[in-house]
């Protein structure tokens, strides 16, 4: 069974930054592709970024430029590292897996989600 456990969220200032930290187990990141979504209170979940098997990137374009999704296949590790941190940020951020390499495909496994609350 695939478990995905986030951590790193918590509360900084705008400006500010914060490295979300996914450890995933039950599949190799090096081979899927993982994700990093997020919801904000009375809003939509949404995409925020993405690294595949190939270590190809993506971003919404909202955190371009600001944000930078990496891994480490030894530790079986993805990360989300967030600087120029602005209010609209806050929310939840929930780690996903999916064992497609296609970006169009369902992610199939999900964490429960660290809080990140930045403040102006």
């Known amino acids: 069974q695939v478990q995905l456990v986030e951590s790193g969220g918590g509360l900084v200032q705008a400006g500010g930054s914060l490295r979300l930290t996914c450890v995933v187990s039950?599949?190799?990141?090096?081979?899927?592709?993982t994700g990093w979504f997020r919801q904000a209170p009375g809003k939509e979940r949404e995409f925020v970024a993405a690294?595949?098997?190939?270590?190809?990137?993506d971003y919404t374009d909202s955190v371009k430029g600001r944000f930078t999704i990496s891994r480490d296949n030894a530790k079986n590790t993805v990360y989300l590292q967030m600087s120029s941190l602005k209010s609209g940020d806050t929310a939840v951020y929930y780690c996903?897996?999916?064992?497609?390499?296609?970006?169009?495909?369902?992610?199939?496994?999900w964490g429960q989600g660290t809080q990140v609350t930045v403040s102006s």
């Open positions: 690294i595949g098997w190939s270590s190809t990137t």
């Open positions: 996903a897996s999916s064992s497609s390499t296609a970006l169009g495909d369902p992610y199939d496994y």
């Open positions: 039950g599949r190799r990141v090096s081979i899927s592709r």
